[in-house]
């Protein structure tokens, strides 16, 4: 039997998702777990509230249930577990998330988007909008009877999507899906002690910074109209933008932050409350357990990498100590266990001459454990003994800005804007790339000419790259405008039409394989855990934390992990592999 499940809930402003989390947004003082709707391929349509339900009827090791939202619904059903709404004992074959299963076939993860793309259905959302804020005893009968509807038409059409496309969202996947919600739900352990202080540290730079803030106590202090009034003031220029990853604002902040001290209070108020935001955030969130349970968005990009979601990106947390904070330390293994931190090195640019059947840089790659090192020597560029990294520092960092910057076609205009070379020289670095790696280019051009010819096939618009891992990457209604690719791809929620060509294609392509790679060693990790109990924590980027069940199994469990990630998948024959992994109390970087 195939089961769709949804739930409604109470929910707010104040009381939400991304304030919260999904653990204490349902533990709220203000929660109301108050609808479950279910619907089955058997028949059985019914909703109510989750304590009035006949759970035998859907429970069983031959049911399968569906969720257009497993990771919320699950802990949505974990909650009226404890609250006696629900059995403790239940069974069920699997449990699949229908959100993540569009999403890993190429379209938008909402269920009005999926039905949209996947079934030719529109959707109204206008019931749930107006759910906000309100409970089921503040709701008319009229208004019941609409979210009833609305609930139940939810499940027939997460039923639906997988009764039309269930058979296209493969094992590899599914497990995968899984494992993201399982990991997630599990949590990652804090310092509880370590965030309080940190906390008070980043409160005191924040009074500080007020204090040399002109303006502090008449205009909000990051209001660009204040600061540039008082660069107007004292008569030094200002930049268009103050955003902190701006190139101008950077330039303007080092040229006058040692005379104007409100320039430098200025960028430490906006960094320190960056930060406290994220502790006071991650504080709240923690259980009594010292566990936080965070989200992560499984296939969040179009080329399936994971991606940050609901208040707190562990995806992006800021490397080392700022302020005298290091965010990243206050993930801490409890006491008697240890992190296994581990990631893939340079793994793109080991895809991208892998996809390319470039056989002589492999072997060069293979030999040499320093990937920038192995450039420089197939190119030509280094021949001398000993490694690059002790006897020539600087055309080393030349070959990784070449590698990490040119492999796609960027251009010397570009590549002079992000390096730091001269333009006439990032033009001689380019040709000197290209003319280089012939096949690279060769691999541009025929990615390019793919989907050009898909564009003028009046019968299928839509492109397939087949991956070597068995999944494919599909971009939509191609069309040629003006001259130039376009296609739709899902983006913010939604199919959106971009521009392609043969350098974005191929980053794409190397985007996903190294994001298969990653994944199957996960999975081969998780299966390491019936020998060697060291789950993953977290999974950021390329890399894995992993938990060891106590210090004694530390060596063992970094030995094994490192092994895993070293060693190709078996559709991956002849990918070097490279990985590094090290032993830590903390998350570090």
């Given amino acids: 039997m195939i089961v769709a499940l949804d739930t409604e809930t109470f929910y707010s402003d104040e009381v939400s998702l991304k304030v919260q989390g999904i653990y204490q947004y349902l533990r709220h003082p203000q929660a109301d777990l108050y609808l479950l709707s279910v619907v089955t391929d058997t028949g059985l349509e019914w909703a109510g509230h989750p304590k009035d339900f006949d759970w035998s009827q859907i429970v069983g090791e031959d049911v399968t249930w569906l969720s257009h939202n ?8 974990e909650r009226m577990q404890e609250l006696g709404h629900a059995p403790e004992d239940i069974v069920i074959k699997e449990w699949v998330c229908t959100a993540d299963m569009a999403a890993a076939l190429g379209y938008p993860r909402s269920l009005k988007e ?19 804020g309100k409970r089921w005893g503040d709701m008319d009968i009229f208004f019941q009877q609409d979210v009833i509807k609305y609930a139940i038409d939810d499940s027939r059409y997460c039923l639906r999507l997988y009764q039309e496309h269930g058979d296209k969202f493969s094992k590899f996947e599914r497990d995968i899906s899984y494992l993201t919600r399982s990991m997630c739900s599990e949590g990652v352990p804090l310092d509880k002690e370590g965030i309080d202080r940190a906390i008070t540290t980043l409160q005191t730079e924040i009074w500080e910074a007020k204090i040399n803030i002109p ?12 600061i540039r009034d008082e660069c107007k003031k004292v008569g030094i220029w200002a930049p268009n933008s103050f955003a902190k990853d701006d190139p101008e604002a950077e330039k303007w902040e080092d040229e006058f932050h040692l005379q104007h001290a409100w320039i430098k209070a200025v960028r430490s108020y906006r960094r320190a409350n960056k930060h406290v935001a994220t502790l006071q955030a ?32 562990l995806q992006n947390l800021p490397k080392g100590e700022i302020l005298g904070v290091d965010v990243r330390s206050m993930i801490r293994a409890p006491k008697g266990k240890t992190f296994v931190i581990c990631d893939l090195a340079q793994i793109e640019p080991r895809v991208l001459h892998w996809l390319a059947g470039d056989t002589k840089m492999l072997q060069y790659i293979r030999e040499i454990p320093d990937l920038y090192e192995a450039q420089a020597r197939a190119w030509g560029l280094y021949s001398k003994d000993g490694a690059l990294k002790d006897t020539d520092k600087a055309l080393r960092h030349q070959i990784k800005q070449l590698a990490l910057g040119l492999g796609y076609g960027m251009g010397a205009k570009k590549f002079a804007s992000v390096s730091d070379v001269e333009p006439a020289e990032a033009e001689r670095l380019v040709k000197m790339y290209r003319s280089k790696n012939p096949l690279i280019t060769k691999l541009w051009r025929d990615l390019e000419d793919n989907l050009r010819s898909t564009a003028q096939d009046p019968n299928d618009t839509d492109a397939h790259f087949p991956l070597p891992s068995g ?8 069309s040629v405008d003006h001259g130039g690719l376009t296609a739709m791809i ?32 996960c999975l081969r990790i998780a299966k390491l855990n019936e020998t060697l109990y060291c789950p993953i924590i977290m999974r950021v980027h390329d890399e894995v934390v992993c938990q060891t069940i106590d ?9 094994a992990i490192t092994h895993i990630m070293s060693t190709p998948p078996e559709w991956a024959e002849g990918l070097p592999l490279g990985a590094e992994g090290s032993l830590s109390q903390c998350y570090k970087k």
């Fill in 490 to 521: 899902p983006r913010q929620g939604q199919m959106m039409r971009l521009g392609f060509w043969g350098g974005v294609i191929c980053e794409n392509l190397v985007q996903a394989v190294a994001r298969d790679v990653f994944m199957d060693c």
């Fill in 282 to 313: 991650m504080r709240s969130r923690l259980r009594e357990d010292g566990t936080m349970p965070y989200s992560l968005k499984y296939f969040g990009a179009h080329t399936g990498r994971d991606s940050g979601d609901a208040g707190i990106n």
């Fill in 471 to 478: 999944r494919t990457l599909t971009y939509r209604k191609v």
């Fill in 215 to 226: 303006w502090a106590d008449r205009e909000a202090i990051l209001s660009p109209g204040a």
């Fill in 114 to 132: 999926a039905c949209q793309q996947m079934l030719g259905v529109e959707l109204s959302k206008t019931v749930r909008d107006n759910m906000k």
């Fill in 551 to 559: 210090d004694g199994t530390a060596d063992l469990a970094l030995e």
């Fill in 70 to 77: 497993a990771a919320f619904d699950s802990m949505v059903v």
